[in-house]
């Protein structure tokens, strides 16, 4: 069967299954895309985007307003798939976590934007 799937701003992923697992497991790499409002300045006004810096390329949902992002990660699977970096990491890819137990969250919920003053991602 054929599904669409909508993504926002007028974008529609489509895709063939044959059974309803199938769908769910499309369905789950397809709900990373999926724009949502930007978590600095909560406008509705935000695209997905892939940035070229050297040899390396840098996915993520961009605001057009703030110009805030919300980073996504990319699997080393054989079919590689992204989602959004919403938690800190320590080089070992493990979530970081404060004195509570609880894990650490980048910026809002994800969202950052860099501060030209202090040269950091906030």
């Known amino acids: 069967m054929k599904v669409s799937v909508p993504l926002g701003n007028d974008v529609y992923v489509e895709f ?4 309803t697992k199938e769908i769910v497991d499309e369905l789950t790499k397809i709900e990373e895309l999926r724009t949502e409002p930007c978590g600095k300045c909560k406008k509705h006004n935000t695209f997905v985007r892939a940035k070229v810096v ?3 390329v840098f996915y993520g949902m961009e605001c057009r307003d703030c110009h805030a992002v919300l980073n996504y990660g990319v699997s080393k699977d054989k079919k590689p798939h992204v989602y959004k ?3 800190e990491v320590d080089e070992q890819g493990k979530a970081v976590k404060d004195k509570d137990n609880k894990v650490t969250f980048l910026g809002v919920n994800g ?3 860099y501060n030209k003053q202090t040269g ?3």
């Open 54 to 56: 050297g040899d390396n």
């Open 120 to 122: 950091k991602l906030e």
């Open 85 to 87: 970096k919403r938690v």
């Open 111 to 113: 969202w950052v934007i």
């Open 16 to 19: 063939e299954a044959d059974t």
